[in-house]
């Protein structure tokens, strides 16, 4: 009886760790606990059981034309969120400014981060982006290395995209006193120890760096696809 007892124990504990394994392979990851910004992020972290990261700057034009794809296919981009349930973080930088010295890195990226504080990061990327197109890239400034420097930027070129989008006082105290210098300067250093490059991205296990300007949705697409595996 006592050897019976003893077997049916062991079955058991053994019962006991097998669905201990299964219950820890079924929980959902914490993917909220992974986001530097929330305000920076799209698809919802509560519900999202893949965490994807693009660390940028608004001075690095592939960062951009990457951006763009993402911006002029919105709705397919969104739906690409829901459907796999993916919190979509872009981790802004001045890294170009701190490894390079392109100096209007430094108040772009402050400008991005003092619109996060009024919950408008996404309003503003998406201006900044058009702006810089339509202003530089577009009338050959700026595009890539080999192209022509962007020069004669003033620091409020950053500042008046957020006056354009309805950011007021708060924003103009943020920008004009440098209040988020300190949340660049942390989060582009912690990048820096990640992103080889930037572009730099982090789609779950799949990471990657660099983009080029010819590459469109389908691309991007590809690209997002390999973090599901």
Known sequence: MKKIARIAALVGVFALILVAIASSSLKTPDVSAEIWNTTM???DPATAIRHYVVYTDLM????NYYGKV??????DFQKYLEDNKIAYEVRVTDMLYESSGVEMSLPAAEGAYCA?????FWDYY????????KNYYEKGYGYSKTAPAISGMARDYWYNIGKEIGLEEDFKKCFSD??????VQQNTYKAGAV?????????GKFQTGGFDPSWD???VKSMLNQGLK
Do not use: K, Q, S
């Open 41 to 43: 992020v799209m698809g």
């Open 60 to 63: 690095c034009p592939y960062c």
């Open 70 to 75: 993402i911006m002029d296919n919105d709705a």
């Open 116 to 120: 996060a504080r009024e919950n408008r």
């Open 126 to 133: 998406h201006a900044a982006l058009t702006h810089i197109f």
């Open 178 to 183: 440098n209040l988020a210098a300190a949340d």
């Open 195 to 203: 992103a080889a490059g930037l572009p730099y991205f982090a789609f």
């Open 217 to 219: 949705w389908t691309t």
